[in-house]
C-alpha cells in the first residue's frame, strides 16, 4: 500500500491564526481525502481533494475555514484557518480509489489551540 | 445514507481472552467491509476487510466474516494481548451514488487489555 507522510506531526498554535498541513503519498492516487478526529470521536469527513480542480467539501465544512489545495497525484495540503480551541483535533489524510477498495491513513496531524 | 453502528465501548479484558467487538451496517447495495485499528498517537491501520458477502477477512489472529444477511461484520479474536490495546473502527464504502470513493466509519470501541 501507498506510504503517506504528514507534516507536521503536531503542533500547538494561538487563536485566530492558521495552520497549513501537507500530505505526501509515495505513489500516484486518484483520491485523496481530509478527515478531522476530534477527541474521543471517530473520523468525519472533511472534504475530497480533486487533483486540478476544487475541493468537494462534506456538509458543515466550508472552503474558507478549511481551503485545500491538490496541485499534483501526490501532494495536497489542508489549511486549518482563524483557528479555534474548537479546531483542536486530530486531521488526518487519506488516499484510495473510487472503487471497492480501502483508503490508507497517514499518522495524522495534532493540533491543539490556545 | 449509509450508516455504521458498533457496540457501546469501552472494552476491558484480561490477557487471553476471548474478544468480540459487534458492527452492524446499513447501506444499500454490497459494499464493502473494513476494520481499523489506532494504537495511541498514531494514525489508523488497515487491520482487515471482506468485499462481499461470506468473506472472511483475517490479519494478526483477528477475524470477521462478512453477514449479509445480519448485516454484521463482527470483530473476533481468540486471546488477546496486552498490545492489542488500541480503538477499533468499523467502516463500510459504497461504491456508487453519493458515497463514491467514501468511508463511513462507526464510533470506534477503546480495548483495554490487562496483564
Known amino acids: 500500500s501507498a506510504v503517506i507522510s504528514q507534516k507536521p506531526s503536531r503542533d500547538i498554535c494561538q487563536r485566530g491564526t492558521s495552520l497549513t498541513i501537507q500530505c505526501q503519498v509515495d505513489s500516484q492516487v486518484t483520491m485523496m481525502f481530509w478527515y478531522r478526529q476530534q477527541p474521543g470521536q471517530s473520523l468525519t469527513l472533511i472534504a475530497t481533494?480533486?487533483?486540478?480542480?476544487?475541493?468537494?467539501?462534506e456538509s458543515g465544512f466550508v472552503i474558507d475555514k478549511f481551503p485545500i489545495s491538490r496541485p499534483n497525484l501526490t501532494f495536497s495540503t489542508l489549511t486549518v484557518s482563524n483557528m479555534s480551541p474548537e479546531d483542536s483535533s486530530i486531521y488526518l489524510c487519506?488516499?484510495?480509489?473510487?472503487?471497492?477498495?480501502?483508503?490508507?491513513f497517514g499518522d495524522g496531524t495534532r493540533l491543539s489551540i490556545l | 445514507g449509509d450508516s455504521v453502528t458498533q457496540m457501546e465501548g469501552p472494552v476491558t479484558l484480561s490477557e487471553e481472552a476471548f474478544l468480540t467487538i459487534n458492527c452492524t451496517y446499513t447501506?444499500?447495495?454490497?459494499?464493502?467491509l473494513f476494520w481499523y485499528v489506532q494504537y495511541p498517537g498514531e494514525g489508523l491501520q488497515l487491520l482487515l476487510k471482506?468485499?462481499?458477502?461470506?468473506d472472511k477477512g483475517s490479519n494478526k489472529g483477528f477475524e470477521a466474516t462478512y453477514r449479509k444477511e445480519t448485516t454484521s461484520f463482527h470483530l473476533e479474536k481468540g486471546s488477546v494481548q496486552v498490545s492489542d490495546s488500541a480503538v477499533y473502527f468499523c467502516a463500510l464504502k459504497n461504491a456508487g451514488g453519493t458515497s463514491y470513493g467514501k468511508l463511513t466509519f462507526g464510533q470506534g470501541t477503546i480495548l483495554t487489555v490487562h496483564p
Open positions: 487519506s488516499v484510495g480509489d473510487s472503487g471497492l477498495g480501502p483508503q490508507h
Open positions: 447501506a444499500t447495495g454490497y459494499p464493502s
Open positions: 481533494a480533486n487533483q486540478g480542480s476544487e475541493a468537494t467539501y
Open positions: 471482506a468485499t462481499k458477502a461470506d
